[in-house]
Nanobody
Framework: VQLQASGGGSVQAGGSLRLSCAVSKRTSSRYFGAWFRQAPGKEREFVAAINWSSRSTYYSDSVKGRFTISRDSADNTVYLQMNSLKPEDTAVYYC???????????????????WGQGTQVTVSS
């Protein structure tokens, strides 16, 4: 399984960006797609996740209400729409995938088997 992330860039605070993660194939009906991010000097942290079959979504408190995760079955892509961006959202964003993620571990990096390359998001004040 390969994940290909795209869509990063530089925006001013208050702006929007949409990230895409193309998934080569889904290995399970219980597949979860997710986004994590890592700022300089910080650990990689959970941003959002989506249950592919139920479309249930999960967000970190820091992005809830501003970011929206979605998926498109037609092209096996997971999206992250980021609105009202803040300078503290600046990070390298990574897409991840897990064939069978238990709900209690959704925010854990260890729950995801597959990782894409990072895409840089820079928000200036």
């Amino acid at each position: 399984v390969q994940l290909q992330a795209s869509g990063g860039g530089s925006v001013q605070a208050g702006g929007s960006l949409r990230l895409s993660c193309a998934v080569s194939k889904r290995t399970s009906s219980r597949y979860f797609g997710a986004w994590f991010r890592q700022a300089p000097g910080k650990e990689r942290e959970f941003v959002a996740a989506i249950n592919w079959s139920s479309r249930s979504t999960y967000y970190s408190d820091s992005v809830k209400g501003r970011f929206t995760i979605s998926r498109d079955s037609a092209d096996n892509t997971v999206y992250l729409q980021m609105n009202s961006l803040k300078p503290e959202d600046t990070a390298v964003y990574y897409c991840a995938g897990g064939p069978s993620v238990i709900q209690s571990t959704i925010q854990s990096r260890d729950a995801y088997y597959y990782w894409g390359q990072g895409t840089q998001v820079t928000v200036s004040s």
